[in-house]
């Protein structure tokens, strides 16, 4: 259980330390491997998602310092040195969060609401996302109208954070 919530979030915010989404997995398996050896018992969701966060950070700091990934990738170690601050991996435990959040929200979305929603945040326009689905200009809309309802509803204790994190 623990593996299926956190993996896919774990490998894509290991990911933005690697940028190698195969070794990211890698890490995080590595991660797991070592709870489920431990046998390592935690008394709440939050401390769990705190250790799996903090070790995976741990370990990719850990993996871009080793010889054998600097000798593969082109990183300075100013770079390097900004990702072990705390504020980055804030900001990117902050992004991982409202990413969930919103991926939740989505996809309690009635069906076509969800597709049109999906499509929107891949950056599609109204239009594109009309032909896509085969549908016309004024559904996409309405269903669009219908979704941010909806989200803003479920969103609702989330917006400050929501909107920090999409407006600038």
Same mark, same amino acid.
């Not at 990738?73 to 770079?79: G, K, N, P, R, V």
């Not at 969930?100 to 109204?126: E, F, W």
């Not at 669009?144 to 989200?151: E, F, H």
């Given at each position: 259980?623990?593996?299926?919530?956190?993996?896919?979030?774990?490998?894509?915010?290991?990911?933005?330390?690697?940028?190698?989404?195969?070794?990211?997995?890698?890490?995080?398996?590595?991660?797991?491997?070592?709870?489920?050896?431990?046998?390592?018992?935690?008394?709440?969701?939050?401390?769990?998602?705190?250790?799996?966060? &903090? /070790?995976?950070?741990?370990?990719?700091?850990?993996?871009?310092?080793?010889? !054998?990934? $600097?000798?593969?990738?082109? +990183? @300075?170690?100013?770079?390097?040195?900004?990702?072990?601050?705390?504020?980055?991996?804030?900001?990117?435990?902050?992004?991982?969060? &409202? /990413?969930?959040?919103?991926?939740?929200?989505?996809?309690?979305?009635?069906? !076509?609401? $969800?597709?049109?929603?999906? +499509? @929107?945040?891949?950056?599609?326009?109204?239009?594109?996302?009309?032909?896509?689905?085969?549908?016309?200009?004024?559904?996409?809309?309405?269903?669009?109208?219908?979704?941010?309802?909806?989200?803003?509803?479920?969103? !609702?204790?989330?917006?400050?954070?929501?909107?920090?994190?999409?407006?600038?």
């Amino acid at each position: 259980m623990l593996f299926d919530t956190h993996h896919v979030a774990l490998c894509l915010f290991c990911n933005r330390y690697l940028n190698d989404l195969e070794m990211a997995k890698d890490v995080v398996q590595e991660i797991f491997i070592k709870v489920w050896n431990q046998k390592t018992v935690f008394k709440c969701q939050d401390t769990v998602r705190s250790y799996l966060y &903090t /070790a995976v950070k741990n370990r990719s700091l850990d993996v871009l310092k080793s010889k !054998r990934y $600097k000798s593969k990738c082109d +990183l @300075s170690e100013e770079a390097i040195q900004s990702m072990e601050t705390d504020s980055f991996f804030s900001s990117e435990l902050v992004l991982q969060e &409202t /990413a969930r959040l919103v991926d939740h929200a989505v996809n309690t979305l009635p069906l !076509r609401c $969800k597709k049109i929603i999906k +499509l @929107s945040l891949l950056g599609y326009k109204n239009g594109e996302i009309a032909n896509e689905l085969e549908i016309t200009l004024n559904t996409v809309k309405a269903q669009k109208k219908i979704a941010y309802r909806k989200l803003r509803f479920q969103l !609702r204790e989330h917006i400050a954070l929501v909107t920090h994190i999409f407006l600038p």
